[in-house]
């Protein structure tokens, strides 16, 4: 199987309205880990920011859960993450910086990091802190539960722009970029 790529006829994601109480929120008082190591306080962050979120990043020869791509909005984790990645130079330039986040553990999503060569940090919000505290909408599948994709730009700790459903994955980078370039003037 090979992740980078989005088989075909992926079923997309209907907006269910989980997200629409997200703009204009800031923050909360919680602290994440990332995949350097350290903390990340989220209402500490100063200057802009896009975090996307994403349920879940697989790992060559380990079977994803079962009718994983039959789930809207489910595959398509390591082509959103790559298509960051080749973006960061434009997100830069635009006085933005990057975060991918999910559920899984800081050790797991340093493998995927590191294998795909990821300029930037991802955070493990292992707890589901920011489903407790804002309300991120999740999905389960089987008894595991996964924050549902979506990403939000922030400012100032503030999120100010909320993308959701995303879909596909691979394209939202372009849709943040669109959306920067436009804010900007």
Known sequence: MNLSQLPNNLPAPTDDGAANHLNGLYLPDIQLSATNGELVSLNKLMGKYVIYIYPMTGQ?????????????????????????????????????????????????????????????????????GLKKIIGLPTFYI???????RLTIIVENSQIIKTFYPVFPPDKNVQDVIEWLKTSAN
């Open 142 to 148: 089987d008894s595991l539960e996964l924050y549902k």
């Open 60 to 128: 060559p020869n380990i079977a994803l859960p079962p009718d994983w791509d039959n789930i809207p909005g489910a595959r398509g984790c390591t082509p959103q993450s790559c298509s960051f990645r080749d973006h960061a130079d434009e997100l830069e330039k635009l006085n933005t910086k990057i975060f991918g986040l999910s559920s899984q553990t800081t050790d797991y999503q340093l493998e995927a990091r590191n294998r795909l060569h990821l300029p930037f940090e991802l955070l493990s919000d292992e707890s589901f």
